[in-house]
């Protein structure tokens, strides 16, 4: 199994501003993965990001809105641009399990913009 | 297109009784579907994962059913307690993607598990 540490858990922020979200692995792993949950709705899978190169973002997600680093195996930010309230979500980083067999997820990161 | 969909959306039940959650999906190729339980302010956590040759798993008092010719899933709680109280995933995972040993998940809309006292 692997154990994520997500920060911050929660975070109220103005219109306008900028806020990263870290991801801390406790053990390498290859891919990770950063969702978005809209109230009320399920996960929707944002951008994966692999260590050493750019992140793949899904239909409808673009890097100037939601950049994402991924300096070594065990790490990973995802930053929420010019925030709206309708960036109002959680935020769940993941990480597979070996053989595609387990998905775990951080503890998500709850973002209310006013 | 890949889809999952989860009924009822939501349930209320009393504690002690049993309750079952249907997930029905169209995601092919299919690697393997798994029921996630996710608390209020928490990540989803696993509680079972289920091939295509799996008929049924059980982990504790959560008994997961797979139907994979219909492509029909259930989950069924026995003996229902308050903790039990949360939403409930349904997720199927496609075959490998891209070259990679992930298969991309689809996640249904979960059902909202409300037990009273």
């Known amino acids: 199994s692997a154990v994520i540490s997500q920060k911050p858990s929660r975070d109220i922020c103005q219109r306008g501003t900028s806020l990263t979200i870290q991801c801390q692995v406790d053990s390498q792993v290859t891919m990770m993965f950063w969702y978005r949950q809209q109230p009320g709705q399920s996960l929707t899978l944002i951008a994966t990001?692999?260590?050493?190169?750019?992140?793949?973002?899904e239909s409808g997600f673009v890097i100037d809105k939601f950049p994402i680093s991924r300096p070594n195996l065990t790490f990973s930010t995802l930053t929420v641009s010019n925030m709206s309230p309708e960036d109002s979500s959680i935020y769940l980083c993941?990480?597979?399990?070996?053989?595609?067999?387990?998905?775990?997820f951080g503890q998500g990161t709850r973002l209310t913009v006013v | 297109k890949n889809q999952v969909e989860q009924s009822p959306q939501s349930l209320i039940i009393l504690e002690g009784k049993n309750c079952t959650l249907q997930c029905n999906y169209t995601v092919s190729p299919f690697s393997n579907l798994r029921w996630y339980k996710q608390d209020t302010g928490r990540g989803p956590v696993s509680l079972t994962i289920m091939t295509f040759s799996e008929n049924t798993k059980s982990n504790g008092r959560y008994t997961a059913t797979l139907d994979a010719d219909t492509k029909q899933s259930s989950l069924h709680i026995t003996a229902s307690q308050l903790s039990d109280s949360a939403s409930y995933i349904c997720?199927?995972?496609?075959?490998?993607?891209?070259?990679?040993?992930?298969?991309?998940?689809?996640f249904g809309q979960g059902t909202i598990l409300t037990v009273h006292p």
């Open positions: 990001a692999n260590q050493g190169s750019e992140a793949t973002y």
């Open positions: 997720v199927v995972s496609g075959h490998y993607a891209g070259g990679t040993s992930y298969g991309k998940l689809t």
């Open positions: 993941s990480v597979a399990g070996r053989r595609n067999t387990e998905a775990f």
